[in-house]
């Protein structure tokens, strides 16, 4: 089973950027998605963005369309998320998962990290 870790997380005033990192071991398959989810205390598991690895297509909710952009590394076999003007309500901890399909629920993935914190201060 495929192991991913999250880097890059931190402390971040309103309106700053961040920019993590999820590292897999091993190579996906072209046709897998790497994803982003964001957890905090408010709220259930929130999908962010995804980005299937061979094509890079990539897809967004709403709620960060615009502010944060997936990318991807093959050669590095490192995912990137790219936020920016943050907003307090961007806080949490951020998770990185793969599957084979893009799913707002959490357990269609089947590998997931342990995840980064983000605080955005006010």
């Known amino acids: 089973q495929a192991q991913l870790v999250e880097s890059g997380g931190g402390l971040v005033q309103a309106g700053g950027s961040l920019r993590l990192s999820c590292t897999i071991s091993?190579?996906?398959?072209?046709?897998?998605?790497m994803v982003w989810f964001r957890q905090s205390p408010e709220k259930e598991r929130e999908f962010l963005a995804g980005i299937r690895w061979g094509y890079g297509t990539t897809y967004y909710a709403d709620s960060v369309k615009g502010r944060f952009t997936i990318s991807r590394d093959r050669a590095e076999n490192t995912v990137y998320l790219q936020m920016t003007n943050l907003k307090p309500e961007d806080a949490g901890l951020y998770l990185c998962?793969?599957?084979?399909?893009?799913?707002?629920?959490?357990?269609?993935?089947?590998?997931w990290g342990q995840g980064t914190q983000v605080t955005v201060s006010s």
């Open positions: 091993g190579r996906p398959y072209s046709s897998h998605v």
């Open positions: 998962a793969t599957g084979s399909s893009y799913s707002n629920t959490p357990t269609s993935y089947w590998s």
